[in-house]
């Protein structure tokens, strides 16, 4: 009977798990996150093709991931459904491990409840639908985890070894779990040391002390007053903006390290006052534990580098001596320890601001462990848990540590991923433990709350996100938007020669041609500092035709230079190519077409492309005005197509209202300084980037004013003629005008 209910148990387990996936990586598409995926793809699929990446495509993380996915790709097909089944695969296989590390630390109950809440985890629904590294980290963590267990329960020696060859081989996947790999070792390391453990549980329960929520409170206060004398004495821009709060108020600035550090300082010295707690003799009895067991050090350091010595050794450094400087010492500058820490925290804070609370469901197992913890702590009882489970805390703190001390990462829940899963395994046990303490009947009211709360979130990410009904940047017309330009393509014929896209998925996504190295415009642009005009260059060198500028490139990315390069790189496109085919939403999803060979405006100074739902149109690289059609009280500014016909040179402009059924279809020529609009049926609004001046003949146009007249139009430091057949011009604002008329001429003169 026993038996029966464990398989009945993790087959319902897996049905919920593969439903969550398998329906996400179908409906998953958007170009705020499948760049990374355009990435990997991209790279598995040259390597199929005979590329290596470090030598002929620039590659960010170690190789074990693009190798397997390649592979993969290679026996079950080249599509990005296919690319995301291995995924689902690495994560299937997680949850079975999860199963033997609950079983492990207690039972085939705690193993049951562990791997139903890693398939109810949010964040493991998105990156287990998602072509990411992280199903990879998520197994070789687990693992890992397992493996330790096995040798605290045991102390066989062989498991500590296995362990950290596991988290070896998963940090030749990506290094982001090399903090917590370095935290596994040190526990590892010292697990022979009785003293030396009890030094590190001593440590964990200082810091996870119900007296802790107070010398926070009071750490807090002294830091508000401090900010608070500080700007009352010298009130400038720069000390409000640098002397803050840390956590609460937003990290922006690099300066802002000082008033962290006081904060830590504070903090630091409050808990060892209390606590009458010292360090520097533990410190040096951990050092001299190592200087007395160097064999130890270096057996259980080589099951750890033995792996990553085969994998980055053979894929990575034998192929390019670039190997390290593009994985490893590029990445260093992203991000800053203890900074990213209050970054961090700070964002969560803002998310409570701005009741953008969603974003909180990546990280709800930690907050539902945290909330549990202070209620049991508000009852006078202590938490109840395994005593492997104990072990596991001193591991997780560790693991904090590093990532939030040590590591210069950046700190989002994906790269934090095994600290998380530390977190899922504590919960469980938590969870598991807690009859011991509570009636078995509020235990299980407890636990429907707990599983209600998780569902909610997963329908979150699963039906709202890809819907774009959460504050998520989410892409919603990206799919829809790539199979419009396929089919252009294949209806107009032509046929994709040497393509480059910003977002590496686009070309994917189009199975086009492109220029290998230069794949990974934001690992070229932002770490390894490629200016755009360079990097256009060198396109354009490499054989390319086509460049495709879509959503991502538009994003406003918070690196100001990042996001300048991306600018600079659409205008000179923009500028030196011909628009092919545009389409945008009034979302600001976009995705244009340039051709190289098809250029016919090389001259300028007008130039044309589409954004927000709108034509816009710009003078060099300077945009002047948008326009869409209007009628009555209907607005044709919730899409726009744009569409050139290669034979006769006009596009074919098709505007949607937020109706599907409305729309309103006109031709535009484009010939240097002149715009042509013919076939219009309803009037345009040109709204203007800034105030304008109209004259028509002599006459001073005035707002709600209109004339038949071709009109003078002075924006800013240029002058326009706006003329036409059945022309109807009337100023409707200070800076927009309805324009109405079968042909409508659009000149820039001067």
Sequence with gaps: MRRAHQWMGMLSILFVYLLTRIYCIFTFMSEYYDYDEGTYLLIARLINHGYLPYRDIFAVHPPLYYYLLAIWLKIFGDSYVTGRMLSVFFGLLSLIIAYYIGKEIKDWKLGLMLSGLLALDPLLIKVNSLVFHESSIEFFTLLSVYYFVRYIKTENEKYAYIALFWVGLGSTSKFTILPYALALYIIILFNRSGRIISYLQGAVRVIF??????????????????????????????TRAVVVVPGIHRITYWDQIIPIMILLVIWGSLTLRIFNSSYLPQVKDMISFSLHNLKRVSLLASAFFLPKIVVEGLLGIVIST??????????????????????FVSDLFEDIYENTLEFWIFILPVVLLALLVLAIWAFSKKVPMSSLGRSLVVLSTITAFMYFAVSPSIITARFILPLLLLMDILLADVLYSLPTIV?????????????????????????QYPHGNLKFIYAVHTKTMRDDLRDYLSSADIALGTTYSLNPMNIYYLGANTVPYYIDAFGLILLKDLNSSTMLSILKDGGVEYFIISTWAYYNWVNKEFRSELRSFASTVRMNSALLYGESYDNKDVLEMYSQSLANNLTGPLYISTYNGKVIVWVNSTEIADFYAVSHDVTFDFRTRMRLNPNYGAYLVTQYSNIPSE?????????GSKIVLSSVSLPLIFNFTTDITVFAGTTHLKLDQETNAPVDVYCGDFHLIIRGVDIRIRKISTNALEVTGTKIVFELTG
């Design 209 to 238: 002390n119900r007296r802790q929520v107070f010398i926070l409170i009071i750490a807090y206060l002294i830091m508000i007053l401090l900010v608070m004398a500080t700007i009352i004495l010298w009130p400038s821009w720069y």
């Design 322 to 343: 670039d190997y390290i400087s593009q994985t490893y010492l590029i990445q260093g500058g992203r991000s800053f320890p203890i900074i990213n820490f209050f970054i």
């Design 439 to 463: 009636q078995r009947g509020h235990v299980r009211t407890l636990g429907f709350f707990l599983v209600l709360l998780l569902l909610v979130a997963d329908f979150g990410i699963v039906y």
């Design 663 to 671: 729309q309103v279809t006109f031709e535009l020529f484009l010939n």
